[in-house]
C-alpha cells in the first residue's frame, strides 16, 4: 500500500540535505589545516632543534609607522649590544694572548676596495718628471714666478657670497678681492695677465649661497670648474680660533694620486707662496676622499714637546671637480681635458677620478 509523502514533509528533508552539505564544505579546510599542522609537528619532531629556525619576520611588515620605528630603533640598539660584546670578547682574548695574537683584521672600506686607475701616478716615473718640468706650473715650482690672486664673483653678489670671498683672501697671501661689475671673463683675463695675477678666481652664487668656482691659472691656463658645497664661514663656526695671522701657511695635499689629481693637486698649490712662514703655525688642507676636495684651514699648538693641540680657523668648504680645460677660460671654443659625466663615469661607487 502506497504511503502518500506530504509536500511540506518533503520540503523540510530536501533543507536538511541542502544544511549538511554546506557545513561539510566549511568544515572541510578546517579539517585539512589541521591535518597540515599535525604532519609540520611530525615533521618538525623529527628535524633537530639546531636546524628548526623561527619564522621570518620583517619589520617593513608592521603597519603602524610610530610602531615600526620603535622596533627598528630597538633592533639597531640590541645589534650595536652584540657588536660592542663581541668586540670586548675579542680585546680579552688578545690581552690573553699578548705577543702571539693574531694581527687585527683590515676594515674593508671603499677606499681600500678602490678600482685600480691605470693613470694612477709613479712618484718616479721619468715620464711624470718630465710632465712636471714642462707643463703650465713649471714655472711657479722652479721659483720663477711669485702666486698673485684675483678673487671676483658673479653679477650682483649677495652678502654671504662677498665674506666668503673676502676670508679667502685671509687664508690665499697676496689675494685681491674686486667686484665684477657686469664684466665678461675674456674681457677681465687679459686685464690680470697685464697686472701680472697667476690666477683668477671666480666665485658663482645660487640662491644667496656660493655655489661654484671658476679656478684659472694665468697666462697659460689650465681653468678647472669646481662645485661648492658645505660653505661655513667664521661666524658660523663653534670652537674657532683667533682670525689668521698675515703668514704665509704651509700647505697639505692629500690622496691626489691619479694623473688628473696630480695636475688638480699641482693647481691648489701654485695659490701659495714657495716658504711658508713656519713662525704662523698655519696650514691649508686640500684633503681628497672619493673625488670630494675638503678644505680646511688650521693653527696648530705645541702644548709640549709630545703634544699638539690644532685649532680651525675657517672658512670651510667642499669641492667637487666638474671640469678642466685647456687654456684660459672659455667656454664656447675651449678644449676640455676632463669633463665629469655623471651617469656615464658614476656606475661604480668603487671607482674614483682623482
Known sequence: MDVEVQPEL???????????KHLKKRDKP?????????VKESTT?????????????????IKNKQRRHFMFMKYKQEKRKEQLALKKKRKKERDALGDKAPPKAVPKTIENQRVYDETTVDPEDEEVAFDEGTDEFSAYFNKLTNPKVLITTSDRPRGRTVRFCEQLATV???AHVYYRRGLALKKVIPQCIARDFTYLMVINEDRKVPNGLVLCHLPDGPTAHFKVSSVRLRKEMKRRGKDPTEHSPEVILNNFTTRLGHSIGRLFAALFPHDPHFVGRQVATFHNQRDFIFFRFHRYIFKNEKRVGIQELGPRFTLKLRSLQKGT???KFGEYEWVHKRHEMDSSRRKFHL
Request: avoid cysteine; charge should be negative; charged fraction near 40%.
Open 172 to 174: 690665499i697671501p697676496d
Open 45 to 61: 619532531a623529527d628535524i633537530p632543534p639546531e636546524l628548526a629556525f623561527p619564522p621570518t619576520f620583517s619589520v617593513s611588515e
Open 10 to 20: 518533503q520540503d523540510k528533508s530536501k533543507k536538511q540535505k541542502k544544511k549538511m
Open 329 to 331: 677660460f672659455d667656454s
Open 30 to 38: 578546517k579539517e585539512q589545516a589541521i591535518e597540515k599542522d599535525v
